[in-house]
């Protein structure tokens, strides 16, 4: 008889042990065991956080050991979390099985040594039959649906229940989730607010009733100096939407703004056109909110929406300052293009502000947030789970960087932005609304616009000043884009075996044609350099450009009148008609106030036991090379960590949503 030890490893989660009958048979390259139970006593089966050795003899060599398969029976018909196998051969070999799966009862998992293959690497039929019949197992669990007309792609599943066992939130994430929006409510006294919804606050001031709840030291800063011109510009570069400047070379031809206009603003002693051409304007344009439908789901409250432009200014402090600002874009003929300036008197200016500010709120929620980040990366990982084996590199690459992305995708569409959800609660982009906005924006949705350097460059603001979100998200892409390289290199030899490699290649075709198509999405890779790239925007978008959008909320949106989620009233045509009580009837009232601070509150936590960029604690990877190419990251990483940390410390309004201690690894709230 030959013994075979075999090392059951559970995980640490809530509800990962079992006491139902697992059993086992071991495949080697010569030959099979026979199916058998491991059997501890009844209460000793596979216990949370425990790792079970057992042996299994058998009557002959089985060879190495290439594949193994549990089997779940019934006792309980409870879960079982399977986070390895381990399985050491009468001579001493060492053969390790990653799993990290749940396993549901009466189901059979056969899990491939951790050895990282590509596709034509599998020489024998044996292997060839498991890969194939996993992608087709895969490809059934993971369908296409498009939930919306013009959205990208995403699972066809109508509730997280429906969803595959595998990326489901896990019982503790579930409860943090929905415990996260109760305590919002809780900690910020909100219900009272929520039975007064239709009551308009009275002044400025009242704000203080929810915000004074609970503070930090960004909201506070925002609170006491959200008036100020210069606290408006800063936002553009590191708030909560670093994405929507530009440099302005060229004034649009809707935009009424003149030399006499601005020349109060501009401290050069320049013409406006000489500083278009010196490259000292820049604009934040919201075209794609033009002819918008405003959410019209409350019958009682009637909502707006405008699509601004707002001109800024990098003046000799080196400060981004608002120098005019347009909230409508009729042709110039029209004679109704009226532009606010900071010359105007003290309630024209500021409202002007809040419009942008309103526009910006929406404009980052649904493109920014919701569609650059949360759908773009939910295509990534259904593409990846129907296209590339568990045992492909690039699979066990990823896999840390889909983390809930698909569940927290799918709760988002049971209870945010679905038919009377919390969106359509507070939010002017609520309702229909939604729908036209996402349309709109996958017209502009590029594969290069996804790529941090290209975009940075594409707005010309290469050389803005201050600019931590570009200065910071270079460095992390950087840090990405070289371990990534290090891994690719690791398993592909040559640009031919990436153009060979049937499973990256169909992965790639997947992603481009489940909604990317039209965003020049590539539909197949040719070369090393290619696929380094492509890999890069994945794990980016998932963990640091999600973390830079994300993570902030509450931080830049907790002082509503600094970003209002929705406007009452309509944006003002002509100056010297607006006061207070304008201001305040278009701003939140109390109701949708409160919604507004529940869900940013509730968006901006980071959850227990969050795994951030660059920590790989389940070991896909038994490759030394890997193990040391993720060593270097987490070296990069801390690298530009401290970077940050050390820039930090003379910033008044210190930037930390790129320091990587920081970035979730993937979309997961």
Avoid at 133 to 157: C, H, N, V, Y
Avoid at 343 to 370: E, G, I
Wanted: with cysteine; aromatic share 12%; net charge neutral.
């Amino acid at each position: 008889m030959f013994t075979y030890t075999v090392s059951v490893s559970t995980g640490k989660q809530e509800f990962a042990g079992t006491i139902d009958h697992v059993y086992l048979t071991l495949t080697g390259t010569e030959r099979c065991s026979d199916r058998t139970l491991l059997d501890k006593s009844f209460f000793q089966r596979f216990a949370r956080g425990t790792v079970m050795p057992i042996d299994v003899s058998v009557k002959e060599r089985l060879g190495d050991i290439v594949l193994v398969k549990l089997e779940k029976k019934n006792v309980l018909n409870d879960q079982w979390y399977c986070r390895c196998i381990s399985v050491t051969s009468p001579s001493g070999d060492r053969f390790d099985f990653p799993c990290y799966r749940w396993i549901a009862s009466e189901k059979a998992v056969v899990l491939r040594d951790g050895t990282a293959r590509l596709s034509h690497e599998d020489k024998t039929c044996l292997l060839n039959d498991h890969r194939r019949t996993e992608l087709e197992s895969r490809q059934q669990l993971f369908r296409w649906k498009e939930w919306q007309p013009g959205f990208p792609m995403s699972i066809d599943a109508n509730s997280s229940k429906e969803l595959p066992l595998d990326v489901q939130f896990e019982a503790e994430k579930a409860v943090d989730f929905n415990e996260n929006l109760n305590e919002a409510f809780n900690n910020l006294r909100l219900n009272k607010l929520k039975s007064l919804f239709q009551s308009s606050w009275k002044d400025i001031a009242d704000f203080n009733e929810v915000f004074l709840s609970i503070k930090n030291p960004v909201s506070e800063y925002v609170m006491q100096n959200w008036k100020k011109d210069f606290m408006f510009g800063y936002q553009f570069l590191n708030g909560c939407n670093p994405v929507m400047i530009s440099k302005c070379m060229k004034l649009p031809d809707e935009f009424a703004v003149t030399q006499e206009m601005v020349k109060g603003s501009l401290d050069r002693g320049l013409t406006l056109q000489e500083e278009l051409k010196a490259g000292n304007i820049y604009i934040a344009d919201y075209a794609i909110l033009e002819g918008v439908r405003a959410n019209a789901t409350d019958p009682n409250t009637q909502q707006y929406l405008a699509a601004p432009f707002c001109l800024l200014y990098k003046n000799s402090q080196n400060e981004i300052m608002p120098i005019a600002i347009q909230l409508s874009r009729q042709t110039p003929a029209a004679g109704m293009n009226t532009v606010f300036l900071p010359s105007d008197n003290h309630h024209d200016w500021m409202l002007a502000k809040m419009w942008v500010k309103s526009s910006d709120f929406n404009v980052h929620q649904l493109v920014t947030h919701l569609l650059r980040t949360h759908l773009t990366s939910e295509v990534f990982t259904i593409a990846m789970y129907r296209q590339l084996a568990a045992v492909h590199p690039v699979y066990k690459l990823l896999i840390p960087h889909v983390r809930f992305t698909i569940a927290i995708n799918t709760a988002a569409r049971e209870k945010l932005i679905s038919k009377d959800g919390i969106v359509d609660q507070f939010v002017s982009t609520g309702g229909t609304a939604t729908v036209e906005v996402i349309q709109k924006a996958m017209k502009t949705l590029t594969y290069k616009s996804m790529c941090f350097p290209e975009a940075i460059k594409s707005r010309g603001v290469e050389d803005l000043p201050n600019y931590y979100y570009r200065d910071d998200g270079m460095m992390v892409w950087e840090a990405v884009k070289s371990f990534v390289s290090d891994v690719v290199k690791i398993f592909y030899g040559s640009d031919e075996m990436v153009q060979k490699d049937k499973e990256i290649q169909a992965f790639v075709q997947d992603v481009c044609f489940s909604g990317m198509k039209n965003c020049e999405f590539p539909d197949s890779l040719k070369t090393r350099e290619q696929l380094v790239e492509f890999l890069t925007v994945v794990i980016f978008t998932a963990s640091a450009q999600h973390a830079a959008v994300n993570f902030g909320q509450y931080d830049w949106f907790s002082w509503i009148p600094n970003s209002p989620s929705t406007m009452r009233k309509p944006p003002p045509a002509q100056k010297g008609q607006v006061d207070m009580k304008y201001v305040m009837e278009s701003l939140p009232d109390r109701g949708r106030s409160s919604w507004h601070l529940g869900i940013i509150w509730a968006l901006s936590q980071f959850q227990d036991n969050e795994l951030f960029l660059g920590e790989y604690p389940d070991m896909y990877f038994t490759e030394q090379p890997v193990m040391e190419a993720a060593k270097n990251f987490r070296k990069k990483l801390a690298e530009v960590t401290n970077i940050i940390k050390s820039r930090n410390k003379n910033l008044k309004m210190p930037y930390w949503y790129l320091s990587p201690d920081r970035i979730p690894n993937s979309v997961a709230i």
